[in-house]
Structures are given as C-alpha cells and as structure tokens.
C-alpha cells in the first residue's frame, strides 16, 4: 500500500498513568498487529525500567493496518512518546513525525500539568488532537466533567470525544474510526529529492544503527546513497523497513511512511536524532525544521566501581548515547575515583534512568557524583565560562563573580496544599510570581527558582507535601547572579574532590554540617582517628571524627573457628574492594551515593 | 606437632551464650555416645598410624558432667589407638559446680595434667544472667581441689552490667586461686542464643565499652604475672596451651565426636553437628564426616598468616619461607611498609604489636588483599 492518502501517522499524549499504553497495546491487538495470547502486557514499554516505573522513555513506534467503516484499507504508525517532562525533546521529535495526536484524558482525573505542556507542544507542530476519555469503567469516572475540562482548559471541542476503557477494551472501534478520518493523511512529495525526519536510533549489533525516520519527501531504498544534512559522511542504505512492532524489511520507504533505515552506520556522532536524512546524489537542498541541539540541565560524573571497568563503562555510555541523542559525556578523573565520565542529562529522572541502564543493561556497578548544574563564571579578567564540576572552579581570586541558572516552575495542585508548597518555594530561594485559579480545585502556582536546588529532592519533596496531588514542570529562563560557594569536603585533612560541591553561601553552613554529620556516620572506623571537615575556601565550617576502631578481632579462634574466621576475612576484603582510599582513608562507594541524600528536609 | 580434640557434646543447662553443640537434656546417652567416640578413634586409627600426638583437649558442653570413668576411659582409647607423646599435654574442661575429689584423682590417674575451668565472672548476679550452673563459692571449692596443679579459668568480657572493677575481681580470684593461665574472650553475642536478643536490645555493652574493659583486663593479669600470648590468652610462662599453639602454628590436628573439626594433610573437615547422624554413621561404621575442603597453596598461606599473626610471638617468617618457598618479607614488604604503625619485626618474627592485638582484622586483610594483588 504506498497510497499516502490512507496514511495516518499519530502519537498519544498522557499523563503518567492515565493509560497511554495500555490503549495503545489495544490498538494493536484490535487491528491484529499482535494477537491477545502473544501480548505481554504493555508492549511498548520494552525496556524493564519502563515497564517498572510504568513510564515510557524509548520511542517505540508500530505499525498497523485498519479497515475503516467506509471499506477503505488504512495503514496507522503510531509513535509512542515519553511521558516525563524531562523528555521534551524528545516528545517534540516524535510529534514532528505524526499528523495527529491522540490526547489520553483520564475520566476520574481531568486534564493534568504534563498533559497540558504536551498538548501545546503538538499544538505548536500543528498537529490535529483527538480528545479521548479513558478509565470510563471506573466508579469515580466524571466523563462530563473531563470532556469540559479539556474545553474549558485546552480550549478543544471534546463533543466528538470518544469513551474508552482500554482496560475492558471498550470504545477502542470508535478510537480506530476516529484516527482514519479525523486524522489528515500526510502530506509530502515522492518525487521530491529524499527529506526524512529522524526522530530515533538505536544500535543494532548487526546491522549498525538502525535509524528511525519519518519520510517527508522522496523515497529511499535499499542501494540508495544516503547522508545526514549535518553531516558528510555518506552511507549506502543496506535495509528499509517498517515496525510491525519488529523490524520488518520493505523494499522502499516514501513520503508520509514511517520506518526504518539500516545503512551500516558505525559512527553514532554523524546520526543525530533530529537530523534530516537527504539522498547523497540528489541532495535536498534545506533540511526539516526544528532540530536543535540537546542542552544538559543536569550533571554529574559516572565512574566504575571496579577502577579496572574503565572501557566497558565508556562502551556502555557510547552504547546508551546511541538510543538518546540527549546524553552527553565526557572523560573525566577524579583523585578520588580515578577515571570516569562526567555526563549531561535533560533532568534528574534521565539521570537516573541512565545509571540505572548502565547498571541493568551492561551489569556495571558505578559511582555517581552528586548532581550539579551549570555554572555561569565571570571572572576578573573578563571571561565568562561555565562549569558543571565543582572542581573545575577557577580559583576564588580569579573569580569576578557567579551566575546561577533560573528557571520558571508551574506547579499546579489543589489549593489544600498551598501553604506547603510556598514554604517549600521559599526554602528553596523560590520567587513568587504569581498563582492562578483555573477551577476550584485547581490552582497553578508560577515561581522562579535556581536549579540548583530543585535537582536534588524537590521533585519528591513537593509530591510528599502534597501528597503526590501537585504536579510540577520548569522550564529553564535564564542566568542569575548569586552569591555561590565551593564546599569542599576533607578527610584527614585531605580534599576529597569526588565530594565537593557548588552551593549557595546561605545554605552552606547547614549542608556542610549535614554533610560531615552523614560521612560520619557512613564512612566504617578506621585504625586511626578521622577527622571529616567542611570547608569553604580553605575555612573549615563544620568538623566531625570517625572514632578509630577499637575491636575487630574473633575472641576465640580454635580448631573449629578457623574455616569461620577465614570467610569472615574473605567477606571483609570483599568488602574493601568496593572502597575507593582518599588518602589513607578508605571510604566505601555507597558514600558518594548517599551524598544525594543529605539534603534531606 | 599434632593434636586431638574430643567433643563431648553435654552439659547440665544451656548457657545463654553458647552457640556450642551440647544437649543437656541428654546426658543419658552419654555412655553410648563415648563408645561411639572410642570406636570412632578404632576407624581412623590406620590412617594417623604415624602421627605422634603432643597434646589431647576434651571439651564441651562441660566433660565434667559426665562419669569420670568414660573419661579414663577415652584416654586409655586414644592412647591405644594413637602415638602419644610421654609428656603429652591433656586437658579438660571443667565447669566448677561438677568438680569432687573423687572427680580428680580419676582424671589425673588417667593422665590428665591440665584443668581448664569455666569461671566467666566474680559476680554471682552476672553468672545467673548466663545460666551458668556455679557460684563463686562453687569456683573457689574448685579451685581448693586444683591447688598446685595446671589450670586454666576462663574470664568473660562483655556481659550485661559489667564494669572493670568486675573483671578485676574475677582476674585477682583466678590468679588468688592459683591459675597458670587465664582464657579472657570477648562476649560474642551469636544469632539464635539468648543473649543475642540482650544484644539487639543494646543491653549489652558496647563494643567499645568491651574493648576499654579488655585494655583494663589486659594491664590487670600484667601486673599479676600474666603474659598475652595471643588475643584472647594469657599465661604464667611455661604455661601456654599446647594444644592451643598447635592451631596458631596451622599444625595438624584430629577431632572426636559430634561436631569436631580437624586438619589433616591440609584437608578440614567436620563431623556432623546431629547427634542421632552421629550415631547412625559410626553405629553402621561410617566415619561422620559432613564437610571436607582440600586447602590449596593460597589458601594455607592465608590460614597461616591469619593464624600467626592471632599470637604475640607473630609469624616465624623463617617457616613461612621454608612451608611456602617464598620470601615473606620481600613478598609483603609493601605491606609492612604501609602497615608499619601496626607491625613491628623482632629476631625473624613479624608481630602485631601488643596495642594493636585487637584491631588485627584490618592488619591482616591488607596481606590477604595485597596477596590477591601481586
């Protein structure tokens, strides 16, 4: 069917649980893309963490076929998006490869603050939304009520909107219908020269990178000489295909299709996600819209356990930064840490996501550093850098002065918790700006706040003051200048750059005390005394001491106790190879971990 | 040198420490269990025929409580079935409530030369907080009986309400009494005792209560005459526990009975811990073994370092060289080097120095560790 008229290509948006998957494994089953016995639940979310923490990070497109009412023979690619704010752009990609957008509105719950920020994100790509009631099954469900929500909220006509359970499988014919023919078919040129979005890859072992594209104009096929607009290289396609949701080879691929392209492609730096395809031999001469380069919010550095793990690590992070065009990383030594890898991430959960799959998918243990942001630095000689790691901070002498990033947070919760949540604003150096009621049981807060002191906690402070009822979403506005410290941490007397971190000077008191307070009592006795120090610029603030240990030994070891005390010294030396010495003192990894945990409310 | 320990698995009540094999709802088995133990030695009597055994340790449960005439008799077995030296050292253990006159003069006909005596503390009110079945009183008609004669006392830190003045007393009532040795361990709270839960409901003193206690224990039997030989052992000199040296030297040695180990031709093993398995096994001629772990070359350097350095004498490097043919020194001198604050060298013995004694995990896991290294 190469027909594009009978295209549809659409995404769904949705808060967190309010069935995006689960709708669409059932798009899938109706159309008989999967059969109900092979359906593992959620197919879409393929990756254990997504499937665990009932999110989506990974694009997963699918394609099926419907026939309509009206007998025609439609071919749907749906393309699954992340549903974290942390993931915008990558949502943003996905959208601009579809012509439509489900919009997944739970009935019992309404329209919610990440639902809306996708919305105006389709909206911007001019994409037609398809309202949709979910969970109209359960008790609580107010189907009236949420269709005039997204009226009154959005501002979209939900009249036509239909009532679905995905779970019971009900209204999913009428979900189908409405995609055909509300849905406009792509538009494009197939005898134009080749234009294809890429909006995914990820790393095949034996075919390379395998690229996902959305044809905008031409065709490309097997044979084809292809390369990216911003790159030179160029590659011979070797496989076009389509998502079924495997890979499926297809002889071409044209305008208004989306698929795949294998043209074994080694080099992940010439493949960003983004990127437009163009034919090497017929170039189109201006690329697709809306690229941008990915900009870190978040970093820190990632370092193997085991110092010897050095290579596989960074297999792993090249290997991860195929699929996710928005980590970066860099090499990176620590005195403490020896060799690893300082890295950028789009927020605290991308963070989190990707040390989790270092861990999962590569089997690596590592240490992270705790998270920064980056830093604006004017220093006296007029130059302006930024820094991310605290160590890399210029002297004080050199430093004119510091800038910190801003950004605009909207929390929306139900005015209960109002109180809460300004006093946690305020805590964190919050500027009010200004608080809206959208309903009577719903109010939108905006406030300015540095990053620095949401990356850590804020997210689950403000769920747990509330809660879990007040959602949140930042965008980053801009610089400002602040009063910002270097605290360093000293075991016996030694910095241990591993552990320092920028602060502001009000809160640096508090969290270097807390700081040597956790360390105490994290870091095991040692055969002599430790002392743990705060210090900002050379002035120690804070000071605790790891008592030396007094009694380690077995009291009795007779014939009986010698195979027990011989495990009991193996266990222990175990133990010591997850110990990294600062100095001569040995501190075991978790402690750099629990740094994380010190700001604690 | 060599060794044979015998387990003889009863008592009158279980103490609320220990994690020993003992029923004391069973003594009625004991004739038979000693038969057992005899025919066990029978069985391996072909295998040890050319051993000969300095030192004989019958422990417990309390072998006390049981007719001291099995006793003899276990003696007499191990003596028909083994080579044992002339001036072999045997000894017992004892619990002082189940020692008579009569008691004695049997042991030390049969050749018994060494008494080891449970005494734990001084204080009554602390002895009945561990069910022990004594009395100080107990202890020091006991001790009457042991006048003049080799005897060790066992002195217990660590136990709930202890102070040093306490650990003094019972130090100065064992060395008044006329102890050649004294055993002062540490109070290991095991899972699954009584006192265990005492532990985990912070009764017990802490662990660096215990080891300030331990210092005070320490300068106490100094001042009485009393010299460390190893963490947990003290000893007039001439009266270190041969048997006990034997294990810190990583000699051989065999065991009889339920649950005792042995090390032969660098083998351990084990017998079972089940006193009906025990039966069986040796009742239908089976030897009771239920684990055995041939030790390679690492692992014996291991044992010897970990076991060596338990002793104030510390490692005689001279053997090191000649059991493993390497250069001990050379091979750890990056260790000694970084360790030198703990260590010291004295006429070809690498030490622990005496302070540092109970902190000794953490020297001897940098040898283990450096090993793995190189």
Same mark, same amino acid.
């Given at each position: 069917?190469?027909?594009?008229?009978?295209?549809?290509?659409?995404?769904?948006?949705?808060?967190?649980?309010? @069935?995006?998957?689960?709708? *669409?494994?059932?798009?899938?089953?109706?159309?008989?893309?999967?059969?109900?016995?092979?359906?593992?639940?959620?197919?879409?979310?393929?990756?254990?963490?997504?499937?665990?923490?009932?999110?989506?990070?990974?694009?997963?497109?699918?394609?099926?076929?419907?026939?309509?009412?009206?007998? +025609?023979?439609?071919?749907?690619?749906?393309?699954?998006?992340?549903?974290?704010?942390?993931?915008?752009?990558?949502?943003?990609?996905?959208?601009?490869?579809?012509?439509?957008?489900?919009?997944?509105?739970?009935?019992?719950?309404?329209?919610?603050?990440?639902? =809306?920020?996708?919305?105006?994100?389709?909206?911007?790509?001019?994409?037609?939304?398809?309202?949709?009631?979910?969970?109209?099954?359960?008790?609580?469900?107010?189907?009236?009520?949420?269709?005039?929500?997204?009226?009154?909220?959005?501002?979209?006509?939900?009249?036509?909107?239909?009532? #679905?359970?995905?779970?019971?499988?009900?209204?999913?014919?009428?979900?189908?219908?409405? #995609?055909?023919?509300?849905?406009?078919?792509?538009?494009?040129?197939?005898?134009?020269?080749?234009?294809?979005?890429?909006?995914?890859?990820?790393?095949?072992?034996?075919?390379?990178?395998?690229?996902?594209?959305?044809?905008?104009?031409?065709?490309?096929?097997?044979?084809?000489?292809?390369? &990216?607009?911003?790159?030179?290289?160029?590659?011979?396609?070797?496989?076009?295909? #389509?998502?079924?949701?495997?890979?499926?080879?297809?002889?071409?691929?044209?305008?208004?299709?989306?698929?795949?392209?294998?043209?074994?492609?080694?080099?992940?730096?010439?493949?960003?996600? @983004?990127?437009?395809?163009?034919?090497?031999?017929?170039?189109?001469?201006?690329?697709?819209?809306?690229?941008?380069?990915?900009?870190?919010?978040?970093?820190?550095?990632?370092?193997?356990?085991?110092?010897?793990?050095?290579?596989?690590?960074?297999?792993?992070?090249?290997?991860?930064?195929?699929?996710?065009?928005?980590?970066?990383?860099?090499?990176?030594?620590?005195?403490? =840490? @020896?060799?690893?890898?300082?890295?950028?991430?789009? @927020?605290?959960?991308?963070?989190?996501?990707?040390?989790?799959?270092?861990?999962?998918?590569?089997?690596?243990?590592?240490?992270?550093?705790?998270?920064?942001?980056? /830093?604006?630095?004017?220093?006296?000689?007029?130059?302006?850098?930024?820094?991310?790691?605290?160590?890399?901070?210029?002297?004080?002498?050199?430093?004119?002065?510091?800038?910190?990033?801003?950004?605009?947070?909207?929390?929306?919760?139900?005015?209960?918790?109002?109180?809460?949540?300004?006093?946690?604003?305020?805590?964190?150096?919050?500027?009010?700006?200004?608080?809206?009621?959208?309903?009577?049981?719903?109010?939108?807060?905006?406030?300015?706040?540095?990053?620095?002191?949401?990356?850590?906690?804020?997210?689950?402070?403000?769920?747990?003051?509330?809660?879990?009822?007040?959602?949140?979403?930042?965008?980053?506005?801009?610089?400002?200048?602040?009063?910002?410290?270097?605290?360093?941490?000293?075991?016996?007397?030694?910095?241990?750059?591993?552990?320092?971190?920028?602060?502001?000077?009000?809160?640096?008191?508090?969290?270097?005390?807390?700081?040597?307070?956790?360390?105490?009592?994290?870091?095991?006795?040692?055969?002599?005394? #430790?002392?743990?120090?705060?210090?900002?610029?050379?002035?120690?603030?804070?000071?605790?001491?790891?008592?030396?240990?007094?009694?380690?030994?077995? *009291?009795?070891?007779?014939?009986?106790?010698?195979?027990?005390?011989?495990?009991?010294?193996?266990?222990?030396?175990?133990?010591?190879?997850?110990?990294?010495?600062?100095?001569?003192?040995?501190?075991?990894?978790?402690?750099?971990?629990?740094?994380?945990?010190?700001?604690?409310? | 040198?060599?060794?044979?320990?015998?387990?003889?698995?009863?008592?009158?009540?279980?103490?609320?420490?220990?994690?020993?094999?003992?029923?004391?709802?069973?003594?009625?088995?004991?004739?038979?269990?000693?038969?057992?133990?005899?025919?066990?030695?029978?069985?391996?009597?072909?295998?040890?025929?050319?051993?000969?055994?300095?030192?004989?340790?019958?422990?417990?449960?309390?072998?006390?409580?049981?007719?001291?005439?099995?006793?003899?008799? =276990?003696?007499? +077995?191990?003596?028909?079935?083994?080579?044992?030296?002339?001036?072999?050292?045997?000894?017992?253990?004892?619990?002082?409530?189940?020692?008579? *006159?009569?008691?004695?003069?049997?042991?030390?006909?049969?050749?018994?030369?060494?008494?080891?005596?449970?005494?734990?503390?001084?204080?009554?009110?602390?002895?009945?907080?561990?069910?022990?079945?004594?009395?100080?009183?107990?202890?020091?008609?006991?001790?009457?009986?042991?006048?003049?004669?080799?005897?060790?006392?066992?002195?217990?830190?660590?136990?709930?309400?202890?102070?040093?003045?306490?650990?003094?007393?019972?130090?100065?009532? +064992?060395?008044? *009494?006329?102890?050649?040795?004294?055993?002062?361990?540490?109070?290991?709270?095991?899972?699954?005792?009584?006192?265990?839960?005492?532990?985990?409901?912070?009764?017990?003193?802490?662990?660096?209560?215990?080891?300030?206690?331990?210092?005070?224990?320490?300068?106490?039997?100094?001042?009485?005459?009393?010299?460390?030989?190893?963490?947990?052992?003290?000893?007039?000199?001439?009266?270190?526990?041969?048997?006990?040296?034997?294990?810190?030297?990583?000699?051989?040695?065999?065991?009889?009975?339920?649950?005792?180990?042995?090390?032969?031709?660098?083998?351990?093993? &084990?017998?079972?811990?089940?006193?009906?398995? /025990?039966?069986?096994?040796?009742?239908?001629?089976?030897?009771?073994?239920?684990?055995?772990?041939?030790?390679?070359?690492?692992?014996?350097?291991?044992?010897?370092?970990?076991?060596?350095?338990?002793?104030?004498?510390?490692?005689?490097?001279?053997?090191?060289?000649?059991?493993?043919?390497?250069?001990?020194?050379?091979?750890?001198?990056?260790? =000694?080097?970084?360790?030198?604050?703990?260590?010291?060298?004295?006429?070809?013995?690498?030490?622990?120095?005496?302070?540092?004694?109970?902190?000794?995990?953490?020297?001897?896991?940098?040898?283990?560790?450096?090993?793995?290294?190189?």
């Amino acid at each position: 069917m190469n027909n594009k008229n009978n295209i549809r290509n659409f995404c769904i948006i949705a808060h967190i649980d309010h @069935g995006k998957s689960t709708l *669409a494994d059932r798009l899938m089953e109706r159309t008989g893309q999967v059969s109900e016995r092979d359906m593992e639940a959620q197919l879409l979310d393929s990756m254990d963490i997504e499937r665990e923490r009932g999110i989506t990070i990974k694009l997963t497109p699918v394609r099926m076929f419907y026939k309509a009412k009206d007998g +025609a023979e439609y071919e749907f690619n749906l393309i699954d998006t992340p549903g974290h704010v942390d993931f915008t752009y990558e949502v943003s990609r996905s959208l601009a490869a579809c012509e439509g957008a489900i919009l997944i509105v739970d009935a019992s719950q309404g329209v919610e603050a990440q639902t =809306l920020a996708n919305v105006y994100l389709a909206l911007e790509n001019n994409l037609e939304i398809l309202p949709v009631i979910n969970k109209i099954d359960l008790p609580s469900a107010r189907p009236d009520e949420a269709k005039k929500e997204i009226e009154d909220v959005i501002g979209l006509d939900a009249s036509f909107a239909p009532l #679905v359970s995905a779970k019971e499988g009900i209204g999913i014919d009428e979900v189908l219908e409405a #995609v055909a023919n509300y849905f406009p078919a792509p538009g494009g040129d197939e005898n134009a020269p080749l234009k294809a979005l890429i909006f995914d890859s990820y790393y095949d072992n034996y075919k390379g990178v395998i690229l996902f594209v959305r044809i905008k104009d031409g065709a490309v096929k097997a044979g084809d000489k292809i390369k &990216t607009f911003r790159s030179d290289k160029i590659y011979e396609v070797v496989e076009t295909g #389509v998502f079924s949701p495997n890979l499926s080879p297809k002889s071409s691929l044209s305008a208004g299709e989306v698929g795949y392209i294998a043209a074994s492609i080694k080099s992940i730096q010439d493949v960003a996600v @983004g990127d437009t395809v163009i034919n090497a031999e017929n170039p189109a001469d201006e690329p697709l819209p809306g690229y941008k380069t990915v900009q870190s919010v978040v970093f820190c550095g990632i370092y193997p356990l085991d110092g010897s793990k050095f290579n596989d690590l960074k297999d792993a992070i090249l290997k991860l930064q195929l699929n996710d065009a928005s980590l970066i990383f860099e090499p990176d030594s620590s005195v403490a =840490l @020896g060799f690893g890898f300082r890295c950028g991430f789009l @927020g605290l959960l991308h963070m989190e996501i990707i040390q989790e799959r270092i861990e999962r998918e590569f089997g690596l243990e590592i240490i992270t550093t705790a998270p920064s942001v980056s /830093y604006k630095v004017i220093k006296t000689d007029g130059e302006e850098i930024f820094v991310d790691n605290p160590s890399h901070l210029p002297n004080v002498s050199e430093i004119e002065h510091m800038e910190e990033p801003i950004v605009k947070a909207d929390i929306y919760s139900p005015p209960d918790y109002l109180g809460q949540i300004m006093d946690l604003c305020r805590e964190k150096r919050g500027v009010f700006l200004q608080m809206t009621y959208l309903d009577k049981s719903r109010v939108r807060l905006e406030y300015n706040l540095p990053l620095n002191e949401i990356i850590f906690d804020f997210f689950d402070s403000i769920k747990s003051r509330t809660r879990g009822y007040a959602s949140f979403d930042y965008e980053l506005i801009g610089y400002e200048r602040s009063k910002l410290v270097k605290l360093d941490i000293m075991l016996n007397g030694e910095v241990c750059d591993a552990l320092s971190m920028i602060v502001h000077e009000d809160s640096a008191y508090t969290r270097g005390r807390t700081l040597c307070e956790n360390l105490k009592e994290a870091i095991p006795r040692q055969l002599f005394e #430790v002392p743990v120090q705060a210090a900002i610029g050379g002035k120690i603030i804070a000071r605790e001491t790891v008592k030396a240990v007094r009694k380690d030994v077995l *009291a009795k070891c007779y014939g009986g106790d010698i195979t027990r005390k011989k495990k009991l010294l193996e266990k222990q030396k175990e133990g010591k190879k997850r110990m990294r010495s600062i100095g001569s003192v040995e501190v075991p990894s978790e402690v750099f971990m629990q740094i994380l945990k010190t700001n604690k409310d | 040198m060599a060794g044979i320990y015998v387990h003889i698995p009863f008592c009158k009540s279980k103490c609320s420490y220990c994690d020993f094999t003992s029923f004391p709802d069973k003594l009625c088995f004991a004739e038979s269990y000693m038969a057992c133990v005899y025919r066990e030695m029978a069985m391996r009597r072909e295998e040890l025929k050319n051993y000969l055994f300095d030192t004989i340790y019958i422990g417990g449960g309390t072998p006390s409580v049981i007719d001291e005439n099995y006793i003899a008799m =276990l003696v007499v +077995a191990a003596k028909k079935n083994f080579k044992i030296a002339e001036n072999a050292e045997i000894t017992i253990e004892m619990n002082p409530g189940t020692v008579s *006159a009569a008691k004695m003069s049997v042991y030390e006909k049969c050749g018994i030369n060494r008494f080891s005596v449970g005494l734990q503390t001084a204080e009554d009110s602390q002895l009945k907080e561990l069910g022990r079945i004594h009395n100080l009183k107990d202890f020091l008609q006991c001790a009457k009986l042991l006048k003049g004669k080799n005897f060790s006392v066992d002195v217990m830190i660590g136990l709930k309400g202890q102070t040093a003045e306490n650990i003094e007393k019972t130090i100065e009532t +064992a060395a008044y *009494a006329g102890a050649k040795h004294i055993s002062m361990y540490a109070l290991t709270p095991e899972d699954g005792t009584p006192i265990y839960t005492d532990y985990l409901n912070g009764e017990l003193p802490d662990s660096d209560t215990v080891a300030e206690m331990y210092e005070c224990g320490v300068k106490k039997l100094k001042v009485l005459g009393f010299e460390r030989y190893e963490v947990s052992n003290f000893a007039k000199r001439g009266f270190e526990s041969k048997h006990n040296l034997n294990y810190w030297r990583r000699g051989e040695y065999i065991g009889f009975g339920v649950s005792a180990s042995s090390c032969i031709n660098n083998v351990r093993f &084990t017998n079972t811990f089940d006193l009906d398995e /025990y039966f069986k096994c040796i009742l239908s001629g089976r030897l009771a073994v239920i684990d055995s772990e041939k030790i390679d070359d690492d692992g014996q350097k291991d044992e010897f370092i970990m076991l060596a350095l338990r002793t104030s004498k510390g490692l005689n490097v001279e053997e090191y060289n000649r059991l493993f043919n390497e250069n001990f020194i050379k091979k750890y001198s990056a260790v =000694l080097q970084k360790m030198r604050q703990y260590i010291e060298v004295f006429e070809n013995f690498v030490r622990i120095k005496q302070e540092y004694l109970f902190v000794q995990n953490s020297v001897i896991i940098e040898f283990l560790e450096y090993k793995d290294a190189v």
